[in-house]
């Protein structure tokens, strides 16, 4: 099967698709791990900035290895003393 594509799209696109689709499949992974995390946790602030904002994964492997840990360190804080 040779797939060919259309000649109305400009040179770069031909040259370029398979770069396009590896970054649009890394993105599409990073972003669905972040979501259902923010979703899980109730971050809805979050959620929303990473539904909207299209940051090619980086926004999304912050928010996972870095933001939602530190909230998972408030929660887990010990409680004062005497309780």
Do not use: C, H, Q
């Not at 060919?4 to 993105?27: D, N, Q």
């Not at 979501?35 to 904002?53: G, P, S």
């Amino acid at each position: 099967m040779n797939y060919t594509v259309p000649s109305y799209l400009p040179a770069t696109f031909t040259a370029y698709w398979p770069l396009l689709v590896l970054v649009l499949l890394w993105s599409l992974v990073w972003k669905g791990l972040a979501l259902w995390k923010a979703a899980r946790k109730e971050d809805k602030w979050w959620f929303v900035f990473l539904l909207i904002i299209n940051t090619m994964g980086i926004a999304e492997i912050l928010y996972l290895y870095v933001f939602s840990k530190r909230s998972l360190l408030k929660d887990r804080a010990p409680a004062g003393k005497g309780e």
